[in-house]
């Protein structure tokens, strides 16, 4: 069976390392996934002149150019709005005019999440966007939803985000009948903030997820849920937390294997082991955040992505896509709204 | 210049390690502050026959008699209203009449809580009692305040926070200025949830503390500030966050040494250099989490505390009476309601 063509964008402007591996990611995508389609947005000659250094189907990476930069310093709504000829906004208008199905981008987390709202829009029924990486742990990773803009989200949002992450597990990641547990200070149900009280017993009602109830922070790193609910503020401090402790842990460890010549040499011995154990911790292999809701799929990928990365995302683009995932999360929606109005 | 003497409490029952390593850091504890007078309560014939091991100074160590236990599985508020014979409700009675200023348990946190509360009381002009543990980082350790049972608190709350932290980590620890941020999701002013744009500009205004502005949790790790403000919500799960990732990180990397012959030799060479680094995120050294703003000093710590952990909370109970930081803590926050009722 031939399967559908794919478009997906990749905004190259506003990642760390630049649009050489970029252009490096878009080329292996495409190879990988014969089904996909590229465009690339930013500067036109630079663009070219990386893809001159490559073999690949000219039919199926397609530059456009936008000269335009938007970086972190700008505020991310306003740019969005002034910045008509940015890469990112560029981008997103491909996919708001039908031309692209999704967009990629390693820029400004912020005006990515404005940029998919205010361009690309919400699908009908969708109260709010969340952005849901996916975290490591040290069973599968777990999918970490809302670390978006949506602070202070009431309960019924919330009761949408669980529906979408578990959607998004079943058919992204391929997880059967994903588990749902939401961020709370205990386990037992009477436990939580007002937040957290109003949203379990609409969880536990709602006949859509498999809500296992209340997870403590602790419990996260060990994989104890597939999704992972909270508010974006929460869902935020988690994740920057899971960052920066990863770092914090990893960099003094090897001060310590670094502070002695014996040390040094069984650090050496250790290496390879280490490093595999490592990798696992790392985004590489997962792809982006993406921005759930939307009429389109909008990706954030980390600021210092790689090639790997950018792979990665394309190939989550892709299954997204081919599974009709914002088609299932519309409908999954809309039924519920239409269940309520009964 | 003699010292005054200060009389603490300590609850035998409740940790996992059960009375002997409460014993056993209460004869240490005595031995290392010699102002200190230690009351145990608990099963006063175990008390006894554990004690009888030991040398020390009898007029030092009291055993009061206590022989109700109360579990985690209690109801924190029920138990501590019912259970009047338990060890913890005896012991949080002698700092209420006086004859002790300090009380210390490795029981359960809801009930340690609800007692210090109910049974001690909040000092005059005390809003509510921030549970405020140490946490580790790559620098000093900070102060994670709040970490206890008062979830959505208001901006007035979390202010109150900041000084008694303040005094705090001034008086106990011994830092002079310490710097104070508040958690948030970006590091702008503008930036964060209903909560913390309402509380920034009261932080910014407070000339008690030496605020720094937002601190994102990718941070903390790193010691950024020595006064962590939060919520409670949010503090538990930066709390809990801490001891998971850390132990799932460290559990992971144990299994990639162990991996194969070459890497256990490997993690023979590094094991003295790594066991330092370790000892660092040990709270053992550190004392517990003080329970401020009580009319007395009440310290939760680990459940699994042995008696090193016993020693150090002596010591920071000590310290915290010696300096008068409840003292301190009252005229700070009074001050501050008179002048804004001028």
Do not use: W
């Not at 002149?49 to 530059?63: G, M, P």
């Not at 975290?135 to 999918?143: C, E, M, N, R």
């Amino acid at each position: 069976m031939e399967k559908k063509n794919v478009n997906i964008v990749i905004d190259t402007i506003g990642g760390d390392n630049g649009a050489p591996v970029i252009v490096k990611g878009a080329v292996k995508g495409i190879e990988e996934n014969s089904n996909v389609t590229v465009y690339l947005t930013g500067h036109e000659d630079e663009l070219n002149k990386l893809l001159s250094e490559y073999t690949y189907d000219k039919n199926r990476i397609k530059v456009v150019n936008a000269t335009e930069e938007i970086t972190c310093h700008d505020g991310p709504v306003e740019a969005v709005k002034k910045k008509k000829d940015s890469s990112l906004v560029v981008g997103l208008n491909l996919v708001k005019d039908g031309t692209a199905d999704a967009f990629i981008s390693a820029g400004s987390s912020g005006a990515v999440l404005a940029g998919g709202q205010f361009i690309v829009g919400r699908a009908k029924g969708v109260k709010r966007t969340p952005l849901a990486p996916l975290i490591p742990t040290s069973k599968s990773p777990s999918l970490l939803i809302d670390c978006g803009a949506n602070v202070d989200a009431r309960p019924e949002v919330l009761v949408q985000f669980a529906k979408m992450g578990s959607i998004y597990m079943q058919n992204v990641v391929g997880i059967k009948k994903p588990t749902v547990a939401i961020v709370n200070i205990g386990t037992e149900e009477e436990k939580g903030n007002a937040l957290v009280k109003e949203t379990y017993p609409l969880l536990k009602a709602c006949k859509d997820i498999n809500f296992i109830g209340s997870i403590e922070s602790r419990e996260i790193p060990f994989g104890k849920a597939d999704v992972i609910l909270t508010e974006a503020f929460v869902g935020n401090v988690i994740l920057k937390l899971y960052e920066g402790l990863s770092k914090m842990i990893l960099t003094e460890m090897k001060g310590a294997m670094m502070s002695s010549f014996k040390s040094k040499i069984g650090a050496l011995l250790i290496k390879k082991n280490l490093k595999k154990t490592m990798s696992a911790f790392s985004a590489s292999n997962k792809g982006g955040a993406p921005l759930l809701g939307l009429k389109g799929l909008v990706v954030k990928i980390h600021g210092n992505s790689k090639e790997g990365e950018v792979i990665s995302a394309i190939k989550q683009c892709n299954n997204f896509v081919l599974n009709d995932v914002s088609g299932k999360i519309i409908s999954g929606l809309v039924k519920e709204e239409e269940k309520s109005e009964e």
